[in-house]
């Protein structure tokens, strides 16, 4: 396939790095080469940040009203339904993530995003304030500034429009750092700025590793926000970094979301439920429901049932439209989730299905989608992300013995119960300490939806009003006045 840009976008220009660094990305379907992308470090990062500073401070970008930039993210939108197969091509072939899930689901899904923030551009409305006699008070809403966007490989493009939408309609300026191992849709994503005539500098993308580029990015003095997506420990990073200048941080990480399953529910869609919780994006999903509490009583039945439907996750080519499960993201991931899986085995979980490396026409990174039964929720294998395609069943007894198991974690991003009361899943769900909950269903993703996680799975929320106003400063004018009140 043709690969149009595997350069750093500086200031409107294709650069290379000036070390000449690349890193070569590699097809997970087929363990061939992909290209070779430009790598940047220090020196282009400080030469994106200061771009993108002169683009906030002079450029044309903050005298445009907030209407003209609704227009030009709404021009976004219909360049990205334009190149809709060859975006999800770029993300498939490098992601591994199957061709129904890019190109159905997620490039429609960050045209609705870019659609959804040109709305709020031009409502950035403040309030006058009543309260001190001989003033006229009042807010203006405005952008933080720069805003540093570093973004894992899980989903490489939608989690950077997650955060350069709103933070466009706010009328900041950004430098995304992709990841190393996916940066292709971010690349192609700066490439349509430009041609959508966002002018140079508001949008600079410079690939790189995270520990050289994005620990720049993390440094830089001319950043005054970092949204970060990606694991808790480079959260933790994230946020002592930012100290060093005070930079505002949104922090969206890992998660081991519960997926509670009472005797009482629908079994046959919860177990569809589980399956898509854990298997979509061969479960490289930092929401997905990974730790499925099952009451006693339906355990073997509801196990039994899952197992049945998980013949539609089976490893394929991710470029067929049929395939619903591709390889993981490299090799290297692919061999971490195998280890934990050993793991978990060495703790007392027993393989019910799944557990091993697989291949697709002889190639690939692809696992065998998985069950551990036998889980004991102090095991690793409950407590840390495995990051793959590994549900961990935990049978519980009643409510209360749900919500309890559910909340021992670290982690609060998201979760399901499933019940035929509304009445009891609704008053479960008000107890689980998670950022989304989804009554009889699997996580619902809406671009009106804010995103986001309790205790150690972040801080800040993305999408819907909360998500835009994470790109926004409060001002007040105090102007004394001749008219007393
Ligand atoms: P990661 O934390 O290893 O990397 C994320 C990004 O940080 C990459 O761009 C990487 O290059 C960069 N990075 C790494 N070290 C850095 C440093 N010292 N300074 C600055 N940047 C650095 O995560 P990953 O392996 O790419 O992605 C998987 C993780 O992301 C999982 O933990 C998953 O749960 C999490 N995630 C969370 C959400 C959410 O919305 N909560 C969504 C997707 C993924």
Redesign the pocket.
Known sequence: MEIKYTQILINGEWVNAADGATHTLINPATEEKLCDVASGGAGEIEAAVASSRAALETGAWPKMDGGTRGRLLWKLADLFERDLMEIARLETANQGKPIFESSKIEVPFVASIFRYYAGWADKLGGETIPGIPGFLNYTLREPVGVVGM??????PLL?TV?KLAPALAAGCTAVI??????PLTALKLGALCLEAGIPAGVVNVVP????V??????DARGVDKIA????????R??MK?AAGTIKRVS?????KSPNIVFADAKLDAAANGACSGIFYNKG????AGSRLFVEKKVHDEFVEMVRGKMTRYSPGDPMDDKTRFGPQVTKQ?RDSVLAKVAAGVREGATITIGGKAAAVNGKGFFLEPTILTGVRNDMEVARE?I?GPVLCVIPFSDDDDAVRIANRSQYG?SGAVHSASTERALAVARRIRTGTLSVNGAQWFHVDNP???YKQ??VGR?NGRLGFEEYLETKVIALPSEAKP
Not at 213 to 218: C, S, T, V
Not at 251 to 255: K, P, R, S, T
Request: proline content about 4%; hydrophobic content about 40%.
């Open positions: 570093i973004i894992p490989w899980n989903f989690l997650w750092k992709p990841s190393e191992a996916t790189g590793r995270g520990s580029a994005g620990q720049a990015l993390l970060f997506t990606g694991s808790t420990e480079v959260g990073t994230v970094s922090l969206e990480l890992g998660g490289e999903v930092c929401a991931h992300e990051f991003l995103f986001g996680g799975s972040g993305e």
